[in-house]
C-alpha cells in the first residue's frame, strides 16, 4: 500500500516504498509506475532476445547482405526482432553527408557503430553490412561494444570469385578506372585478425551460412535454441 | 513441394514456388526461407505495434525526459517495445563530434531525426528528448518520416517554472553568463506552429502525461487499447 501523492476526477497516484508509483482509477489503465530508465535487460525480457551487434565486412560481392537478410528471414520466422544496416539505409540516410575519402570512411564506420550500439541496447539483433575495409575503424566499433555483443563475421570468398559475380558491376567499373579507390582494386582490404566466424561463400549458400549463425548466436546465449 | 537445389550430409534445401526456399533435415530448424528483405510490416506484426516517433520538444527542464521516460515505462508494461535518444545516448555516442554552433544543432538534430527513422523503420515506439529548438530543424525531421510516423510534442511549460526546476543547475549559468547560447535566456525558441500534442507540465504530472500519450498512441493505431 502506498501513500495518495495526486488525485484527479478519475484518477490516484499513489506512491509506494522503493519509487514505486500506482496510477489507479483510470479507465483501463492499471499502471504501476517506475522512476528511473527502462533497462535494457527488461527489453531483452520482452523479446526474449539479448542484443547483438553482428558486423559483417568483406569485399563487394563476398555475400554479406545475402547473408546477413537471409539470417534475418531465419530470426524473424523464430519470432526474434532484427535489424539489417546497410549501405541503402545509412548512405541514403544518416551519412548521406560523407564522400568516400579515408575521413569520411573513418566517419562513416563510426556513426554506423554509434547507430548499433543504440540498437544493441534497444535488445534487437542488428546486423550491419559494409564492406568496412579498415581494420582500426572496425576496432574501433568493436571498442564502443560490451564484450559479447559484438560479432566480426568476415566474408572471405576469393576476389576472383566476387569479381565474377559482381552484382552491381563496379568491378568492371574499377578495372576500366571509372570507378576509383575500390577496395581490392586500388584500395587496400585488411581482414580482420581474430573474426568471430569466417565464411567463404564460392561453396556455401546464403542459407547455410545462416544455419552458422543461428548457431553462433544459440551458443552465445542471445537466442534461445528451438525445443527439440 | 518444391525442387532440391542443394543437399548436404544432414539438410536438404528446396526451392518452391514463389522464390520460396526450404531446409528440411537439418536438426532442429525447419526455416522456410524468403529472398528479399523482412518488411517493416512483418517486424510490426512480430511486435503487435506500430513504429513511430514521438518527438518531444521545449525548453530545459519543461518536462521532456521526465515525461518520455514515464511513458516508457508504461508501454513496457504493457509489452511494448520503446526506446528513448536523448542527451546522454547521443551527445556521448554518435553526435560527440559536434558542439553547440548553429551548424552544429541543425546536423545534432538531422542525425538524430535519420536515426530515428530506423528506429521507426525496426518497428519501435521511439522517443527523442531534445530541446530541438529551431523549427526549421523539427519541420526536416517531419518531412524525413511518413504522414502519421512523427509526432511533435511540445513542452510548453513556462519558463519561469522550467528555470525554478532547473534540475542541472543550467539556468543559473547561463543567467550568470558562465554558459552562452543557452535556449530561452540568449538563444532563441522557435514553439512549434501545429502540434500533435502540447504539455504544460506546471500542473500537469509526468503520469497524467503519459496517460495522454498512451491515449494518442492508441487513437493513432500505433497500440492497441487494453481490452475494457
Redesign the interface.
Known amino acids: 500500500m502506498g501513500v495518495a501523492v495526486?488525485r484527479?476526477p478519475d484518477?490516484e497516484?499513489e506512491k509506494g516504498t522503493n519509487k514505486e508509483?500506482s496510477?489507479t482509477k483510470?479507465k483501463?489503465?492499471n499502471?504501476?509506475?517506475?522512476e528511473?530508465?527502462?533497462t535494457r535487460q527488461?527489453?531483452e525480457k520482452?523479446?526474449e532476445q539479448k542484443g547483438v551487434l553482428i558486423w559483417f565486412t568483406g569485399l563487394s560481392g563476398s555475400g554479406k547482405s545475402t547473408i546477413a537478410?537471409?539470417l534475418?528471414?531465419?530470426l524473424?520466422?523464430?519470432?526474434h526482432?532484427?535489424?539489417?544496416?546497410d549501405g541503402d539505409?545509412i548512405r541514403h540516410?544518416?551519412n548521406k553527408?560523407l564522400g568516400f575519402s579515408a575521413e569520411d570512411r573513418k566517419?562513416n564506420i563510426r556513426?554506423i557503430g554509434?547507430?548499433g550500439?543504440?540498437?544493441v541496447?534497444?535488445?534487437?539483433v542488428t546486423m550491419t553490412s559494409f564492406i568496412s575495409p579498415y581494420r582500426a575503424d572496425r576496432d574501433t566499433v568493436r571498442a564502443?561494444l560490451a564484450p559479447g555483443d559484438f560479432f566480426e563475421v568476415y566474408c572471405n570468398t576469393p576476389i576472383e570469385v566476387c569479381e565474377t559475380r559482381d552484382p552491381k558491376g563496379l568491378y568492371k567499373k574499377a578495372r576500366a578506372g571509372e570507378l576509383k579507390g575500390f577496395t581490392g582494386v586500388d584500395d587496400p582490404y585488411e581482414p580482420p585478425l581474430k573474426p568471430e566466424l569466417t565464411i567463404d561463400a564460392t561453396n556455401v549458400?546464403p542459407?547455410?551460412a545462416?544455419?552458422k549463425l543461428?548457431e553462433m548466436l544459440e551458443t552465445a546465449g542471445k537466442i534461445s535454441?528451438?525445443?527439440?
Open positions: 495526486k484527479g484518477f497516484i508509483y496510477v483510470i483501463a489503465t499502471i504501476t509506475w517506475h528511473g530508465h527502462v527488461e527489453r520482452l523479446l537478410y537471409t534475418e528471414h531465419a524473424v520466422q523464430r519470432g526482432l532484427c535489424y539489417v544496416l539505409n540516410g544518416l553527408n566517419e556513426r554509434e547507430v550500439k543504440l540498437f541496447d534497444s535488445g534487437l564502443l549458400s542459407q547455410e545462416a544455419v543461428v535454441p528451438l525445443a527439440a
